[in-house]
């Protein structure tokens, strides 16, 4: 008979992203900076804001591994993380019961975390805009979890699709969530610079009433093209 598995698989200690890098990517909108990644790094679609009015944040992953409709993890998370943390959650995209609520978020404000996202659902959409706090779900009920665990806390997870380590730059805005690997957060800031800079040039055009991009006019007048009558 298999043992009963430790209510808590904890890795306490990480390399955080750091801060001067985290700070690169304040004011950049998740597309910008999913543009600076290839194209990739935003989380499955259905996870957005509770509050669309609260949900620009930047800081760094605490990962955490729940579940489902089990939320000990989560409430664990809490006594570790460190301001500028976001408590990032895999929790198998349950959508029957909550596992993150007002006073979970009002908790996490306290301690100093910037904001929760989960990939499964919230509860007390009300009290979550009072807290002020940015929390990330893939929707809202009022059926509440369990605190049973197991769950693990600043392992590698995958959340809503995207792959997520404790220490990695996690953005987030009205569109969604963007994760930024720690290891590359240099090298996608540097080039979230050109991006920045493109888009800029660009949209000064299009100010001026440029109505389309000038190398589509190549593409018509080339051989790729089929004209048709």
């Given at each position: 008979m298999l043992k009963e598995p430790p209510l808590i698989t904890l890795r306490r200690t990480f390399e955080r992203a750091p801060k001067d890098v985290v700070q690169r990517f304040v004011g950049a909108q998740t597309g910008q900076i999913v543009d600076a990644m290839y194209g990739r790094g935003g989380l499955a679609h259905e996870v957005k804001p509770v509050d669309p009015e609260k949900a620009h944040f930047v800081g760094t992953a605490l990962t955490v591994e729940t579940g489902p409709s089990d939320n000990l993890a989560?409430?664990?998370?809490?006594?570790?993380?460190?301001?500028?943390?976001?408590?990032?959650?895999?929790s198998d995209a349950f959508s029957t019961t909550a596992v993150v609520g007002d006073n979970v978020a009002w908790m996490a404000k306290n301690k100093g975390v910037v904001a929760i996202v989960i990939d499964g659902m919230a509860r007390d959409r009300?009290?979550?805009?009072?807290?002020?706090?940015?929390?990330?779900?893939?929707?809202?009920?009022?059926?509440?979890?369990?605190?049973?665990?197991?769950?693990?806390?600043?392992?590698?997870?995958?959340?809503?699709?995207?792959?997520?380590?404790s220490g990695d730059i996690v953005v987030g805005d009205r569109d969604g969530v963007v994760v930024v690997?720690?290891?590359?957060?240099?090298?996608?800031?540097?080039?979230?610079?050109?991006?920045l800079r493109a888009e800029k040039e660009t949209q000064a055009k299009i100010a001026k009433g440029m109505t389309h991009l000038p190398w589509v006019d190549d593409l018509l007048a080339s051989d790729r093209v089929l004209e048709v009558e």
């Open positions: 989560i409430i664990a998370a809490l006594a570790v993380a460190q301001a500028g943390d976001v408590i990032i959650t895999a009300d009290g979550i805009v009072g807290v002020g706090l940015p929390v990330f779900a893939r929707g809202i009920t009022p059926n509440s979890c369990v605190k049973s665990g197991p769950g693990k806390i600043g392992l590698p997870i995958v959340c809503a699709g995207v792959s997520v380590q690997p720690r290891a590359s957060a240099q090298r996608v800031a540097d080039t979230l610079d050109e991006v």
